[in-house]
């Protein structure tokens, strides 16, 4: 499991995987909403386009052009996907959701209370993702990938959200 922006934090995760029987998911910014400039959901809510040259998913307007994005992950807030995501898309390889600010941000603050890891806000949509598979599983192993350190982000999230404690009140 990995966070989907532009594509190479997931792809550099997939690509040793790919051939093997296993599931791949591509964890993508929810934002706020479903509406085009709430989130950045590319492969989930986009259509296919053309960006810097390219074919792939997009987010556009009904002109055809880049739409705006949303998510509170800068790195993940993007129109567009690598080509390469497109591709597995297509060819049902992996599997693409979302996660919502309010739910990166829980995943976030419970990792850093619990593990005393404090993971980038992007790597945090996947670990969101991670956290409501291993709710309706009663077993397995879920790799994900944390691409980034968090102390990036501390601040802002200390500074916009607090210390957590509205996110985690039904984990303690």
């Known amino acids: 499991m990995a966070c989907v922006g532009g594509g190479s934090n997931a792809i550099g995760l997939f690509a040793p995987f790919l051939d093997d029987p296993v599931e791949l998911v591509g964890v993508e910014p929810g934002g706020s909403g479903t509406k085009l400039g709430e989130h ?10 053309t960006i810097h040259g390219f074919k792939c ?5 009904e002109a055809g052009e880049p739409g705006p994005v949303h998510s509170i992950a800068s790195g993940l807030d993007y129109p567009g996907v690598g080509p390469e995501h497109s591709h597995l898309k ?9 996660a919502s600010d309010n739910e990166c941000l829980e995943a976030f603050y419970l990792l850093s209370r619990t593990e005393g890891i404090i993971p980038a806000l992007e790597s945090s949509h996947a670990l969101a993702g991670a956290i409501r598979l291993a709710k309706q599983r009663d077993r397995g192993i879920i790799l994900i990938n ?7 982000d501390l601040d802002y999230v200390t500074e916009t959200f607090g ?7 039904d984990w303690f």
């Open 40 to 49: 950045a959901a590319t492969m989930s809510y986009g259509t296919a386009g």
């Open 163 to 169: 210390y957590g404690d509205e996110y985690l009140k």
């Open 90 to 98: 297509d060819t049902g390889r992996v599997h693409y959701t979302v």
């Open 57 to 61: 998913y997009l987010l556009q307007t």
């Open 146 to 152: 944390l691409s980034g350190r968090g102390d990036k």
